[in-house]
């Protein structure tokens, strides 16, 4: 349930979501696993537990979502092993070396020989639409996952009118403050790890991990690097690494938020599962104004 990475949308234009009509919406989406060549195959599946078989889960104001991805898994050595006998074979039979599009087709048509037989790997990436305040996060550190995810609804719904939450460039000028000390939001403070790189041709990059942010080595590069990624925290409740692409990564919940709902316990999962919901999405609107609010004052 508690997310770990984010990717982050403004939803410009309130949706209209009726419980009912958006299950059926998802439903012809649904996940259905890779058969025969196909390589890729995508699909709403159960977003709040395997258990409760509903392609979407509304709790009051808040909306959960779930894209499930499978690939055939072929590794290239397999491909490479099938391959060069037939390649061996093909330019001896035309007493020449094949050309670079004979190669790429050779090995487009063993692929796709081979994809019956390759393993499957699936992964599952969830979503949380905020109703009240207008949020869309995604639980991913991966733009094209992301992507995917707002794609599949696009065309199950119609329309997502979606933005960028924040504007990058406004955040990055933040983020050289930040690392400088100066500008946090209220409450917040630095943690202990930050990158930084170079906007010129060669880019060089720094990487502090476990370091204290103030030290003077630190603070010296900031003189000739932008601040790519930056760890935040507020103490004993959360902390995160804020990327310069907007994108919100390892966020940690500490354990006075996490078990806020242990006296719940778990014999109703569907209870203690919503209640959980509702407690990270409420800590999760807090954490995205208090950073917008400073990079984009009002």
């Not at 990475?5 to 009509?21: A, F, H, K």
């Not at 010296?220 to 760890?231: A, G, I, N, Q, Y």
């Not at 919940?253 to 778990?266: M, P, Q, T, V, Y």
Request: glycine letters at 4%; one cysteine or more; proline letters at 5%.
């Amino acid at each position: 349930m508690w997310f770990k990475n984010l990717r982050v949308y403004q939803i410009t234009e309130p949706l209209n979501l009726q419980i009912d009509s958006l299950e059926r919406a998802l439903i012809e989406h649904k996940f259905t696993p890779c058969v025969g060549q196909e390589a890729v195959k995508m699909g709403f599946t159960y977003p709040l537990h395997p258990s409760i078989k509903s392609y979407v889960h509304q709790q009051q104001d808040l909306f959960l979502f779930a894209l499930k991805r499978q690939e055939k898994v072929l590794p290239a050595a397999v491909i490479t092993e099938e391959m060069q006998p037939r390649l061996d074979a093909l330019e001896a039979e035309k007493g020449r070396p094949l050309g670079r599009k004979e190669k790429q087709a050779l090995k487009e048509e063993i692929t796709q020989a081979l994809l019956p037989r390759a393993f499957s790997k699936s992964s599952v990436t969830t979503a949380l639409y905020d109703a009240k305040n207008q949020w869309f996060i995604v639980n991913t550190g991966s733009a094209g996952k992301a992507e995917d995810l707002l794609a599949m609804l696009r065309k199950a719904l119609g329309s997502l009118p979606a933005l960028p939450w924040i504007d990058q460039n406004q955040l990055s000028q933040s983020m050289q403050h930040w690392l400088s000390n100066q500008g946090l939001p209220t409450g917040y403070q630095l943690g202990n790890e930050a990158e930084l790189k170079a906007p010129d041709e060669e880019g060089a990059k720094v990487k502090f991990s476990n370091h204290l942010l103030t030290a003077a080595e630190v603070q010296s590069h900031l003189e000739d690097k932008l601040v790519t990624k930056l760890e935040l925290a507020i103490p004993e409740l959360l902390n995160f690494q804020i990327c310069e692409d907007g994108s919100l990564k390892k966020l940690k919940f500490h354990e006075i938020i996490a078990d806020k709902n242990d006296e719940l316990g778990w014999d109703d999962l569907v209870l203690r599962l919503d209640a959980d919901l509702l407690v990270m999405a409420n800590e999760l609107d807090s954490l995205l104004r208090a950073i917008r609010q400073q990079v984009q004052p009002s």
